[in-house]
């Protein structure tokens, strides 16, 4: 799908993306998935192999998995590339769906590219949350059963961004935000990204599980975690 006005795709809990192609989506997330209002079951949804590339959109996202469908689905092989906003998943509960969901499952991340290099919108790009986002509020409806694994992939920027940017704007670009994961059992491992936010030991879930991810937040230096 190329040069579309609104969302690439606009999809119910379920469904299966594998060998697309999205370019220069102007306006909202390139494609978002959605859990039906007032159902609470949450099949899976299968996003693979696919391309985003958003150099000059309107709000960037990528992928944006809300109304709870993010619970039970996999992300992997895509290439997030020029996104704004690559990736974010939000719970449910509110607006038209105020279900509260107690269905448990996974959700995976893993083994996806995400690269910022060239970007037309500087001032669209320099706010918002961060690369890979949970975002929305806290995951009040789930315990320990449910499962996220966010593992082997590559959230990074290159030499050929814009000096527009400074440091705080390139990790913006290359960061993975989990803090509102506050229930869920979260695994975090052999990741490549700027930095990782976390739940705390003060959370239902004291904390993230965090395994061989290299951090690039400090010019030429890099660290485990």
């Keep these: 799908m190329k040069r579309t006005v609104f969302r690439g795709a606009n999809l119910v809990a379920g ?7 999205f370019d220069h989506v102007e306006n909202f997330s390139a494609v978002v998935v959605q859990c039906r209002d007032l159902v609470s079951e949450i099949p899976h949804t299968l996003f693979t192999d696919n391309v985003m590339s958003l150099e000059a959109t309107t709000h960037g996202q990528g992928l944006s998995l809300y109304k709870d469908s993010w619970r039970n689905a996999t992300v992997r092989h895509n290439i997030f590339y020029n996104c704004q906003r690559a990736h974010s998943y939000q719970p449910g509960g509110s607006g038209s769906d105020n279900l509260k969901r107690t269905e448990t499952h996974e959700y995976k991340f893993d083994n996806n590219l995400v ?31 449910q499962q996220v694994k966010v593992r082997h992939n590559t959230v990074v920027t290159t030499n050929s961004i814009s000096s527009a940017f400074d440091m705080g704007g390139r990790l913006q670009l290359s960061s993975i935000d989990l803090r509102k994961l506050q229930r869920s059992s979260v695994l975090v491992e052999g990741n490549i ?30 660290a485990l975690s």
Excluded at 15 to 21: A, G, K, M, R
Excluded at 116 to 145: C, M, P, R, Y
Excluded at 205 to 217: I, R, V
């Design 15 to 21: 469904c299966t993306l594998t060998n697309n192609i």
């Design 115 to 145: 690269v910022v290099d060239k970007v037309l919108d500087i001032q669209g790009f320099k706010s918002g949350q961060k690369s890979v986002s949970f975002n929305g509020a806290a995951d009040v409806n789930v315990d320990e059963t």
């Design 193 to 222: 990204a700027s930095f990782y936010s976390a739940s705390t030991g003060g959370d239902p879930n004291a904390g993230h599980t965090h395994s061989n991810n290299l951090t690039t937040k400090y010019q030429n230096q890099g």
